[in-house]
């Protein structure tokens, strides 16, 4: 039986996206607040996230119900990396001088 990853911490960064759940077609960077310890699916977990934009601001809160082999986590020095097709939120705060 392999390795289970380690389940997500508060504070992390981490990339969501369809191999975590099919409705995360456009994926999505979040930072954990919380992981539940509900009982579900065998590698499957619920979290409780903000979703944030590329600046690393939150945008929303989330509850997200997710496998944890498709998690990805964010390295700290990539932290404001742009998620692939998601749109660029800090464009509509720049402003010409």
Avoid: C, K
């Amino acid at each position: 039986m392999p390795d289970e990853p380690p389940l997500p911490r508060s504070g992390e960064i981490l990339l969501v996206g369809r191999a975590a759940s099919v409705q995360f077609t456009t994926p999505i960077m979040v930072r954990v607040i919380r992981v539940h310890d509900w009982q579900t699916y065998v590698g499957w977990i619920w979290l409780d996230v903000y979703e944030i934009n590329s600046a690393g601001d939150a945008i929303d809160r989330r509850s997200i119900f997710v496998q944890v082999n498709g998690l990805r986590r964010i390295p700290p020095g990539v932290r404001r990396a742009q998620p692939e097709g998601a749109p660029d939120d800090a464009a509509d705060h720049r402003r010409d001088g």
